[in-house]
C-alpha cells in the first residue's frame, strides 16, 4: 500500500508562484511512477507532470512545460511541484498519484495510477 499525503494550494495572482508538496509512504521503489495530475471544475482529471521515484525520466504535460518543476527529497520521500507564472487557467484541485512501475507509453493517464492523495486546491486569480 501507499498513502500519499498533497499540502501547499492556496489563492495566488496570476503570475505567482506556489510550491505544492506530496508526502509519500509505503512501498515506493525507484521504479515506480509518482505524479501530479489536476481536474478543474467539470472538466476531466489531466496529466501536469510525472517522475520515476529514483528522480529520474521526468515529463510535464504541454501546458505547464517551462513554469512548473516536479522534484523529489528523497530524505523525507516528498515529491514536489513547483509551479511559477501562475495563469488562471491552472486553476484545479492538484491530486499527485503513484503506481509501482513507470510505463513510458502511459504515464499521462490517470486511469493507470493506483494511489491518489486527497487533492489540493489551487486558485489563480485574474
Do not use: H
Not at 495530475?37 to 529520474?56: H, I, N, P
Not at 523525507?76 to 484541485?93: F, G, I, R, S
Amino acid at each position: 500500500q501507499v498513502q500519499l499525503v498533497e499540502s501547499g494550494g492556496g489563492l495566488v495572482q496570476t503570475g505567482g508562484s506556489l510550491r505544492l508538496s506530496c508526502a509519500a509512504s509505503g512501498r515506493l521503489f525507484g521504479r515506480s511512477a509518482v505524479g501530479w495530475f489536476r481536474q478543474a471544475s467539470g472538466k476531466e482529471r489531466t496529466f501536469v507532470a510525472t517522475m520515476r521515484y529514483s528522480g529520474a525520466s521526468i515529463y510535464y504535460s504541454d501546458s505547464v512545460k517551462g513554469r512548473f518543476t516536479i522534484s523529489k527529497d528523497s530524505a523525507n520521500n516528498t515529491v514536489y511541484l513547483q509551479m511559477n507564472a501562475l495563469k488562471p487557467e491552472d486553476t484545479a484541485v492538484y491530486y499527485c498519484a503513484a503506481r509501482p512501475e513507470f510505463v513510458y507509453t502511459d504515464f499521462f493517464e490517470a486511469r493507470k495510477y493506483d494511489y491518489w492523495g486527497q487533492g489540493t486546491q489551487v486558485t489563480v486569480a485574474s
